[in-house]
């Protein structure tokens, strides 16, 4: 089975200061791996996706995320928060190897960029 | 905006009621999917339709069902509702639904209150 922990409910972070969302998954063969974010009161929005390849993402909104294998974890960055950073984010992966397995969430972190 | 659109916004109705929840995937897009959210269980994936055929399921109660029309809409259809059916009900769209490198398109949700 596949699954997804994103250790913390609520990161607090000053704006201009670098930012970490932290996510680790499960999955019995290779994972492909997402990134959502969630504004109040709308659906997700993609940011970015970790298919193969090069370990290091980029994504919109100047958002990056690094896929290590080893440590079986795909943690959202940013060099400089700014407080419009503020939202929930989902991690989510899928295993690419189990067929037509759907892509599990995480249960969310809720990003806190104080001005 | 996504391009997905999903109607009602609100929908505010009794246990043991039926309602409909209706999305239009973006134009071109073949598979459709359902998800749920809630405070205590995070986004639960529900089913997933493409081209008109279910092509998975999940967490999906036997008093819900879904179907996608072939003009590619899809509506779900929740019945004899209970207070813990109270939650965000998100339509997400992907261009496949066999390519999992796809990214899904997220509607803005519809809003289920059950009193």
Not at chain 1, 9 to 25: F, M, R, S
Not at chain 2, 3 to 13: A, C, D, R
Not at chain 2, 21 to 28: A, D, E, N, V, W
Not at chain 2, 69 to 79: G, V
Request: with cysteine.
């Amino acid at each position: 089975a596949q699954s997804v922990a994103q250790p913390e409910d609520q990161v607090n972070v000053a704006e201009g200061n670098p930012l970490t969302v932290k996510c680790t998954y499960s999955v019995s063969g290779n994972p492909y791996l997402f990134w959502y974010v969630q504004y109040p009161n709308r659906g997700l929005q993609f940011l970015l996706k970790y298919i193969t390849g090069d370990n290091l993402v980029k994504g919109s909104y100047g958002f990056e995320a690094e896929f290590n294998k080893s440590q079986t974890s795909f943690h959202l960055k940013k060099p400089s928060a700014l407080v419009s950073d503020s939202a929930l984010y989902f991690c989510a992966v899928r295993d690419m190897d189990s067929g037509n397995t759907p892509l599990v969430f995480g249960k969310g972190t809720r990003l806190s960029v104080i001005a | 905006d996504s391009g997905v659109t999903q109607t009602p916004k609100h929908l505010i109705t009794a246990t043991g009621q039926r309602v409909t929840l209706r999305c239009s995937p973006r134009s071109g897009d073949l598979s459709v999917y359902w998800y749920q959210q809630s405070l205590d269980q995070g986004l639960q994936f529900l089913i997933q339709y493409y081209n008109g055929e279910e092509r998975a399921k999940g967490n999906i109660l036997e008093r819900f069902s879904a179907q996608q029309f072939p003009d590619l809409h899809s509506e779900l259809n929740l019945s004899s509702l209970e207070l813990g059916d109270s939650a965000l009900y998100f339509c997400a769209s992907s261009p496949r639904g066999h390519r999992v490198v796809d990214e899904q398109f997220f509607g803005p949700g519809t809003r289920l209150t059950v009193l």
